[in-house]
C-alpha cells in the first residue's frame, strides 16, 4: 500500500506531526480541499515537496 502523504512529508522533513495533524482537523471540519492544497495555503508547503510526493507516487504505481 502507498505511504499517505502526511506520512510522506513528514518522513522527508517537509513538514512536521503537528502541520500534518492541523491539516487533518481542517479536512475533518469540512473543508472539501486536498491534504496538499490545504497545506500550501497554510505555508506549510511549497509546490516542490508536492512534486516529490507525486514523482514517489508515480514510481510506487511503476510509472
Not at 7 to 16: A, E, I, K, P
Not at 17 to 33: F, H
Not at 39 to 49: K, V
Given at each position: 500500500?502507498?505511504?499517505?502523504?502526511g506520512?510522506?512529508?513528514?518522513?522527508?522533513?517537509?513538514m512536521?506531526?503537528?502541520?500534518?495533524q492541523?491539516?487533518l482537523?481542517v479536512q475533518?471540519?469540512?473543508?472539501?480541499?486536498?491534504?496538499?492544497e490545504i497545506?500550501?495555503?497554510?505555508?506549510?508547503?511549497?509546490n516542490?515537496?508536492?512534486?516529490?510526493?507525486v514523482?514517489?507516487?508515480e514510481?510506487q504505481?511503476?510509472g
Amino acid at each position: 500500500m502507498a505511504e499517505r502523504i502526511g506520512d510522506f512529508l513528514v518522513r522527508t522533513g517537509s513538514m512536521t506531526p503537528e502541520q500534518v495533524q492541523a491539516v487533518l482537523r481542517v479536512q475533518q471540519a469540512g473543508d472539501r480541499r486536498r491534504f496538499g492544497e490545504i497545506a500550501l495555503a497554510l505555508g506549510y508547503l511549497g509546490n516542490d515537496s508536492i512534486k516529490r510526493y507525486v514523482d514517489y507516487m508515480e514510481k510506487q504505481k511503476g510509472g
